[in-house]
């Protein structure tokens, strides 16, 4: 018997507002969002949910922490943190640089909303993050490091207003319902994320980031083709299926 097209409402961990140094948040936090942004998304998220609880419309919601490796926007953190660097250019770093962020691999992203969009139960919210939290600054300090360039580039500008403080992922029910884990390392992810950049640069016969005619250089997802592969689709990744080896909320924490 066929399974009905599922609806799934993604959405991102903003909508829980700041965290303060300790905790998590869950499927059950209140939702507090700081900015009128991140209000639009909570707003979202309740008009989903509201049209499965009304007319039974086969709705799932899931929030994710933050995404990071090939062709993301470049004005967000990492993509902009490399782009400038490779070009000489300041890297500008919101107040003090100590907000911190679950960061999470965009194909581990992708095989969560494979995995939901299959074996989702309606009506349900996921979580979906690698309890890998870092401070901004140790991000930008790590895209210098790589590239062998001075800290002396980093510009800490004016923060801007509503900017979180702590964000944090608990995944515990996308673990224990679904299976699912991060297949990917932060270290190995970050390095790849930023050799893609590198390979993928305008100029020089290379496409922008972003644009269509980029190719994946060194970040290929495990299960994945390349393009122009008959394969070439989204084939889970058995590690991400494997719930072994993670704490009980799927992160990992010490």
Not at 9 to 31: H, I, K, M, R
Not at 68 to 95: C, H, S
Not at 139 to 162: A, C, M, N, W, Y
Request: proline share 7%; charged share 25%.
């Amino acid at each position: 018997m066929r399974r009905l097209v599922y609806i799934v409402d993604y959405c991102t961990d903003e909508v829980y507002g700041s965290l303060g140094a300790e905790g998590y948040f869950t499927e059950a936090s209140p939702l507090n969002p700081s900015s009128p942004y991140s209000a639009s998304k909570a707003a979202a998220d309740l008009l989903a949910l509201a049209y499965y609880k009304t007319y039974n419309l086969p709705v799932i919601v899931t929030r994710c922490s933050n995404n990071y490796g090939p062709y993301q926007f470049p004005e967000k953190l990492i993509p902009l943190m490399i782009t400038n660097a490779l070009e000489d250019r300041p890297l500008p770093v919101y107040g003090d640089g100590l907000n911190v962020r679950d960061w999470l691999h965009v194909w581990d992203h992708c095989a969560a909303l494979d995995l939901v969009l299959h074996e989702g139960r309606p009506g349900q919210v996921y979580n979906i993050g690698d309890n890998n939290e870092r401070t901004n600054i140790e991000i930008v300090r790590r895209v210098l490091r790589e590239l062998g360039k001075p800290e002396s580039l980093i510009t800490f500008v004016q923060d801007r207003p509503g900017h979180d403080r702590r964000y944090a992922i608990d995944a515990t029910r996308l673990l224990r319902e679904l299976g699912w884990q991060p297949a990917y390392d932060f270290e190995q992810g970050l390095k790849e994320t930023i050799r893609w950049y590198c390979e993928n640069r305008t100029g020089g016969g290379k496409s922008s980031p972003g644009s269509t005619g980029a190719t994946t250089g060194g970040c290929t997802p495990p299960g994945w083709g390349r393009p122009g592969d008959e394969n070439y689709h989204y084939r889970r990744p058995r590690a991400a299926r494997a719930g072994a080896g993670r704490g009980a909320s799927g992160g990992r924490r010490a």
